[in-house]
Protein backbone atom coordinates (compact mmCIF):
# COMPACT_ATOMS: atom_id res chain seq x y z
CA UNK A 1 0.00 0.00 0.00
CA UNK A 2 1.22 3.04 -1.28
CA UNK A 3 1.28 6.71 1.57
CA UNK A 4 -2.57 7.18 1.23
CA UNK A 5 -4.91 5.18 2.50
CA UNK A 6 -7.47 7.36 0.53
CA UNK A 7 -6.94 8.51 -2.92
CA UNK A 8 -9.24 9.36 -5.83
CA UNK A 9 -7.72 10.15 -9.18
CA UNK A 10 -9.90 12.84 -11.12
CA UNK A 11 -13.33 11.86 -9.81
CA UNK A 12 -16.34 13.65 -10.90
CA UNK A 13 -19.78 13.21 -9.99
CA UNK A 14 -23.22 14.10 -10.77
CA UNK A 15 -26.75 12.97 -9.51
CA UNK A 16 -28.01 14.97 -13.05
CA UNK A 17 -25.20 14.89 -15.63
CA UNK A 18 -25.84 17.98 -16.97
CA UNK A 19 -24.80 19.53 -13.34
CA UNK A 20 -22.10 18.09 -11.83
CA UNK A 21 -21.53 18.03 -7.85
CA UNK A 22 -17.74 17.65 -8.02
CA UNK A 23 -15.52 17.68 -11.14
CA UNK A 24 -12.48 15.92 -10.90
CA UNK A 25 -11.60 15.87 -7.40
CA UNK A 26 -8.26 14.30 -6.42
CA UNK A 27 -8.43 13.91 -2.19
CA UNK A 28 -5.47 12.30 -0.70
CA UNK A 29 -5.43 10.97 2.92
CA UNK A 30 -2.40 9.93 4.23
CA UNK A 31 -2.47 6.47 6.83
CA UNK A 32 -2.83 7.53 10.60
CA UNK A 33 -4.21 11.27 9.68
CA UNK A 34 -7.03 13.29 11.10
CA UNK A 35 -8.51 14.28 7.90
CA UNK A 36 -11.50 17.04 8.14
CA UNK A 37 -13.20 16.92 4.83
CA UNK A 38 -14.70 20.93 5.19
CA UNK A 39 -16.96 23.04 3.16
CA UNK A 40 -20.39 24.45 3.33
CA UNK A 41 -24.23 23.12 3.28
CA UNK A 42 -24.19 21.30 0.21
CA UNK A 43 -20.57 21.85 -1.33
CA UNK A 44 -20.80 17.47 -1.82
CA UNK A 45 -19.37 16.19 1.34
CA UNK A 46 -21.82 13.67 1.84
CA UNK A 47 -21.76 12.35 -1.57
CA UNK A 48 -18.38 12.33 -1.35
CA UNK A 49 -18.67 9.94 1.70
CA UNK A 50 -21.36 7.92 -0.23
CA UNK A 51 -19.05 7.49 -3.10
CA UNK A 52 -15.95 6.53 -0.67
CA UNK A 53 -18.04 3.84 0.60
CA UNK A 54 -19.52 2.73 -2.61
CA UNK A 55 -22.74 3.40 -2.20
CA UNK A 56 -22.91 5.69 -4.79
CA UNK A 57 -21.82 4.68 -8.46
CA UNK A 58 -19.34 6.60 -10.36
CA UNK A 59 -18.43 6.75 -13.73
CA UNK A 60 -15.66 9.15 -14.01
CA UNK A 61 -12.33 8.83 -12.13
CA UNK A 62 -10.88 6.07 -9.56
CA UNK A 63 -11.20 5.24 -6.10
CA UNK A 64 -8.45 3.74 -4.10
CA UNK A 65 -8.84 2.78 -0.99
CA UNK A 66 -6.05 0.85 1.25
CA UNK A 67 -3.82 1.01 -2.23
CA UNK A 68 -6.91 -1.09 -3.89
CA UNK A 69 -9.66 -0.03 -6.35
CA UNK A 70 -13.21 -0.05 -5.05
CA UNK A 71 -14.53 -1.16 -7.83
CA UNK A 72 -14.00 -4.69 -7.68
CA UNK A 73 -12.72 -5.13 -4.12
CA UNK A 74 -15.58 -3.20 -2.26
CA UNK A 75 -16.20 -6.27 0.27
CA UNK A 76 -12.80 -6.48 1.15
CA UNK A 77 -11.84 -2.69 1.53
CA UNK A 78 -15.27 -1.99 3.63
CA UNK A 79 -14.58 -4.89 5.78
CA UNK A 80 -11.46 -2.84 6.70
CA UNK A 81 -13.31 0.18 7.95
CA UNK A 82 -15.78 1.69 10.07
CA UNK A 83 -18.48 4.30 9.02
CA UNK A 84 -20.75 6.46 10.57
CA UNK A 85 -22.90 8.31 8.04
CA UNK A 86 -25.17 11.04 9.14
CA UNK A 87 -27.00 10.38 12.79
CA UNK A 88 -26.56 6.12 13.44
CA UNK A 89 -29.18 4.30 13.16
CA UNK A 90 -30.22 2.68 16.36
CA UNK A 91 -32.99 0.48 18.14
CA UNK A 92 -33.95 3.39 20.76
CA UNK A 93 -36.41 1.00 23.00
CA UNK A 94 -33.59 -1.56 23.87
CA UNK A 95 -30.23 -1.06 25.33
CA UNK A 96 -27.07 0.54 24.49
CA UNK A 97 -24.94 -3.28 25.17
CA UNK A 98 -28.07 -4.50 22.94
CA UNK A 99 -27.94 -2.38 20.09
CA UNK A 100 -24.54 -3.96 20.06
CA UNK A 101 -24.99 -6.83 20.73
CA UNK A 102 -27.63 -6.78 17.40
CA UNK A 103 -24.66 -5.35 14.96
CA UNK A 104 -22.48 -8.22 16.21
CA UNK A 105 -25.14 -10.95 14.87
CA UNK A 106 -25.73 -9.31 12.14
CA UNK A 107 -22.39 -8.58 10.62
CA UNK A 108 -21.39 -12.20 11.78
CA UNK A 109 -18.54 -10.34 14.47
CA UNK A 110 -17.72 -11.67 17.53
CA UNK A 111 -19.41 -10.80 20.92
CA UNK A 112 -16.56 -10.77 22.56
CA UNK A 113 -15.54 -7.03 21.39
CA UNK A 114 -18.81 -5.44 23.43
CA UNK A 115 -16.89 -5.00 26.17
CA UNK A 116 -14.24 -3.40 24.62
CA UNK A 117 -16.08 -0.92 22.00
CA UNK A 118 -18.28 -0.01 25.20
CA UNK A 119 -15.21 1.35 27.20
CA UNK A 120 -13.28 3.17 24.06
CA UNK A 121 -16.17 5.05 23.82
CA UNK A 122 -16.93 5.39 27.67
CA UNK A 123 -20.31 3.71 27.70
CA UNK A 124 -19.71 0.77 30.27
CA UNK A 125 -21.56 2.65 33.09
CA UNK A 126 -24.62 3.49 30.47
CA UNK A 127 -24.53 0.21 28.49
CA UNK A 128 -27.74 -1.51 30.30
CA UNK A 129 -29.85 2.17 29.94
CA UNK A 130 -32.35 2.62 26.80
CA UNK A 131 -31.18 4.22 23.94
CA UNK A 132 -33.94 6.45 24.37
CA UNK A 133 -32.78 8.18 27.55
CA UNK A 134 -29.20 8.70 25.99
CA UNK A 135 -28.06 12.08 25.31
CA UNK A 136 -27.46 13.00 21.56
CA UNK A 137 -23.48 12.79 21.93
CA UNK A 138 -23.96 9.19 23.79
CA UNK A 139 -26.11 8.36 20.75
CA UNK A 140 -22.92 9.10 18.37
CA UNK A 141 -20.77 7.08 20.99
CA UNK A 142 -22.94 4.27 20.99
CA UNK A 143 -22.52 4.88 16.60
CA UNK A 144 -19.22 4.83 16.90
CA UNK A 145 -18.70 1.83 19.14
CA UNK A 146 -20.85 0.28 16.97
CA UNK A 147 -18.46 1.48 13.74
CA UNK A 148 -15.25 0.02 16.08
CA UNK A 149 -16.66 -3.61 16.28
CA UNK A 150 -14.38 -4.89 13.03
CA UNK A 151 -11.33 -3.00 14.80
CA UNK A 152 -11.09 -0.76 11.53
CA UNK A 153 -8.26 0.73 10.05
CA UNK A 154 -10.07 3.43 8.57
CA UNK A 155 -12.69 5.21 10.55
CA UNK A 156 -15.32 7.58 7.74
CA UNK A 157 -17.15 9.60 9.81
CA UNK A 158 -20.08 12.06 8.29
CA UNK A 159 -20.76 15.14 9.97
CA UNK A 160 -20.29 13.00 13.48
CA UNK A 161 -20.44 16.30 15.81
CA UNK A 162 -23.67 17.64 13.80
CA UNK A 163 -25.94 19.10 16.73
CA UNK A 164 -23.79 18.16 19.62
CA UNK A 165 -23.66 20.83 22.55
CA UNK A 166 -20.03 21.96 23.06
CA UNK A 167 -19.64 18.79 26.12
CA UNK A 168 -20.94 16.80 23.08
CA UNK A 169 -18.14 17.73 20.50
CA UNK A 170 -15.88 18.00 22.93
CA UNK A 171 -16.56 14.10 24.24
CA UNK A 172 -16.10 12.98 20.60
CA UNK A 173 -12.82 15.02 19.78
CA UNK A 174 -11.00 13.35 22.74
CA UNK A 175 -12.51 9.90 21.83
CA UNK A 176 -11.15 10.24 18.60
CA UNK A 177 -7.93 11.92 19.32
CA UNK A 178 -7.91 9.08 21.19
CA UNK A 179 -8.13 6.23 18.67
CA UNK A 180 -5.75 8.00 16.49
CA UNK A 181 -3.27 8.39 19.12
CA UNK A 182 -3.30 5.23 20.65
CA UNK A 183 -4.49 2.48 17.84
CA UNK A 184 -3.45 4.39 14.72
CA UNK A 185 -6.84 5.01 13.64
CA UNK A 186 -7.48 6.77 10.19
CA UNK A 187 -9.90 9.10 10.41
CA UNK A 188 -11.61 10.90 7.63
CA UNK A 189 -14.29 13.03 8.50
CA UNK A 190 -16.12 15.56 7.31
CA UNK A 191 -17.62 19.11 8.89
CA UNK A 192 -19.68 22.67 8.12
CA UNK A 193 -17.58 24.06 10.95
CA UNK A 194 -14.04 24.77 10.73
CA UNK A 195 -13.98 25.85 14.47
CA UNK A 196 -15.35 22.43 15.93
CA UNK A 197 -12.57 20.96 13.75
CA UNK A 198 -9.97 23.59 14.48
CA UNK A 199 -8.79 21.08 17.60
CA UNK A 200 -8.54 17.93 16.17
CA UNK A 201 -7.31 17.84 12.89
CA UNK A 202 -3.81 17.12 11.41
CA UNK A 203 -4.79 17.16 7.54
CA UNK A 204 -7.63 19.63 5.92
CA UNK A 205 -9.08 19.01 2.47
CA UNK A 206 -11.64 22.06 1.60
CA UNK A 207 -14.61 21.78 -1.06
CA UNK A 208 -15.91 24.76 -2.36
CA UNK A 209 -18.82 23.93 -5.11
CA UNK A 210 -17.36 20.64 -5.76
CA UNK A 211 -14.04 22.10 -6.13
CA UNK A 212 -11.07 21.20 -3.62
CA UNK A 213 -9.94 25.03 -2.65
CA UNK A 214 -7.38 23.63 -0.68
CA UNK A 215 -5.89 20.33 0.33
CA UNK A 216 -2.61 20.15 2.75
CA UNK A 217 -2.25 19.38 6.59
CA UNK A 218 -2.99 22.03 9.76
CA UNK A 219 0.27 23.71 9.74
CA UNK A 220 0.10 24.50 5.82
CA UNK A 221 -3.15 25.79 6.78
CA UNK A 222 -2.12 28.17 9.25
CA UNK A 223 0.57 29.57 6.71
CA UNK A 224 -2.07 30.58 4.54
CA UNK A 225 -3.85 31.92 7.36
CA UNK A 226 -0.16 34.30 8.40
CA UNK A 227 0.02 34.84 4.61
CA UNK A 228 -3.75 36.84 5.05
CA UNK A 229 -2.53 38.87 7.80
CA UNK A 230 -2.08 42.90 7.85
CA UNK A 231 -0.37 46.05 8.75
CA UNK A 232 -3.62 48.76 9.53
CA UNK A 233 -1.27 51.96 9.86
CA UNK A 234 -3.08 55.73 10.87
CA UNK A 235 -0.57 58.33 9.93
CA UNK A 236 -0.52 62.43 9.59
CA UNK A 237 -1.27 61.99 6.51
CA UNK A 238 -2.41 58.99 4.90
CA UNK A 239 -2.34 59.99 1.37
CA UNK A 240 0.94 60.94 1.31
CA UNK A 241 1.82 58.23 3.28
CA UNK A 242 0.61 55.51 0.50
CA UNK A 243 2.29 57.35 -2.25
CA UNK A 244 5.45 57.59 0.15
CA UNK A 245 5.07 53.85 0.93
CA UNK A 246 3.50 52.47 -2.99
CA UNK A 247 7.33 51.23 -4.28
CA UNK A 248 8.13 49.15 -1.75
CA UNK A 249 4.44 48.03 -1.30
CA UNK A 250 2.75 47.38 -4.43
CA UNK A 251 -0.01 45.93 -2.86
CA UNK A 252 -0.66 48.66 -0.23
CA UNK A 253 -4.49 49.71 0.51
CA UNK A 254 -6.16 52.66 1.69
CA UNK A 255 -9.58 51.95 3.12
CA UNK A 256 -11.37 53.84 5.26
CA UNK A 257 -8.71 56.64 5.66
CA UNK A 258 -6.50 53.65 7.22
CA UNK A 259 -3.49 52.29 4.97
CA UNK A 260 -3.38 48.44 4.75
CA UNK A 261 -0.81 46.65 4.05
CA UNK A 262 0.02 42.98 3.90
CA UNK A 263 2.03 41.57 6.89
CA UNK A 264 5.24 39.21 6.62
CA UNK A 265 6.96 39.40 9.67
CA UNK A 266 7.99 42.07 12.85
CA UNK A 267 10.88 43.30 11.36
CA UNK A 268 9.21 44.34 8.14
CA UNK A 269 6.80 46.54 10.78
CA UNK A 270 9.57 48.23 12.42
CA UNK A 271 11.05 49.06 9.08
CA UNK A 272 7.87 50.55 7.56
CA UNK A 273 7.37 52.38 11.13
CA UNK A 274 11.47 54.17 10.52
CA UNK A 275 9.88 54.98 6.92
CA UNK A 276 7.11 56.83 8.07
CA UNK A 277 8.62 59.05 10.48
CA UNK A 278 11.98 59.74 9.03
CA UNK A 279 9.41 61.25 5.77
CA UNK A 280 8.43 63.59 8.44
CA UNK A 281 4.86 62.04 9.26
CA UNK A 282 3.41 61.43 12.57
CA UNK A 283 2.13 58.02 13.40
CA UNK A 284 -1.05 57.37 15.47
CA UNK A 285 -1.98 53.65 15.10
CA UNK A 286 -0.34 50.88 13.88
CA UNK A 287 -2.00 47.28 14.00
CA UNK A 288 -1.06 43.74 13.22
CA UNK A 289 -4.48 42.07 12.26
CA UNK A 290 -4.38 38.41 12.31
CA UNK A 291 -7.15 36.25 10.74
CA UNK A 292 -8.60 33.14 12.36
CA UNK A 293 -9.03 30.11 10.64
CA UNK A 294 -12.44 30.19 10.31
CA UNK A 295 -11.80 33.50 8.70
CA UNK A 296 -9.74 31.84 6.09
CA UNK A 297 -12.01 28.79 5.46
CA UNK A 298 -15.11 31.82 4.65
CA UNK A 299 -12.77 33.49 2.01
CA UNK A 300 -11.84 30.06 1.29
CA UNK A 301 -15.46 29.10 0.26
CA UNK A 302 -17.42 32.10 -0.09
CA UNK A 303 -17.60 33.53 -3.90
N1 LIG B 1 -30.04 12.18 -3.73
C1 LIG B 1 -29.79 13.33 -4.35
N2 LIG B 1 -30.34 13.60 -5.57
C2 LIG B 1 -30.06 14.75 -6.21
N3 LIG B 1 -29.26 15.73 -5.74
C3 LIG B 1 -28.71 15.53 -4.54
C4 LIG B 1 -28.92 14.32 -3.77
N4 LIG B 1 -28.23 14.41 -2.61
C5 LIG B 1 -27.59 15.62 -2.64
N5 LIG B 1 -27.86 16.27 -3.79
C6 LIG B 1 -27.31 17.59 -4.19
O1 LIG B 1 -25.89 17.45 -4.31
C7 LIG B 1 -25.23 18.61 -3.80
C8 LIG B 1 -24.26 18.19 -2.71
O2 LIG B 1 -25.02 17.71 -1.59
P1 LIG B 1 -24.33 17.02 -0.32
O3 LIG B 1 -25.42 16.53 0.58
O4 LIG B 1 -23.32 16.03 -0.77
O5 LIG B 1 -23.58 18.27 0.33
P2 LIG B 1 -22.95 18.44 1.79
O6 LIG B 1 -21.70 19.18 1.60
O7 LIG B 1 -22.87 17.11 2.46
O8 LIG B 1 -24.02 19.34 2.51
P3 LIG B 1 -24.54 19.32 4.03
O9 LIG B 1 -23.44 19.90 4.87
O10 LIG B 1 -25.74 20.18 3.97
O11 LIG B 1 -24.86 17.88 4.37
C9 LIG B 1 -26.33 19.56 -3.32
O12 LIG B 1 -26.57 20.49 -4.35
C10 LIG B 1 -27.52 18.66 -3.12
O13 LIG B 1 -28.72 19.36 -3.33
Redesign the pocket.
Known amino acids: MGRFIIETNDLSFG ?2 KK ?1 P ?1 FDKINLQVEASAIYGFM ?12 LLLGLLPHETGQITLFGKHLAGNRIDILSRLGCLV ?1 QPSLYENLTGRDNIRINCMVRGLPKNKLHTVLKMVGLTDAADKRVDTYSLGMKQRLGLAIALLPEPELLVL ?2 PVNGLDPTGIIEIRELLIHLNKEYGTTIFL ?1 S ?1 LLSELEKLVTHIGI ?1 RK ?1 ELVFQGSAVELEAVQRQQSVVVVDTSNNQECFLLLKNDQPVISLKADRLIVPYRDKMEVGELCKKIMLAGLNIYEVKVVHHDLEDVFMKLTSN
Open positions: YDVVGPNGAGKTTLIREDESHLG
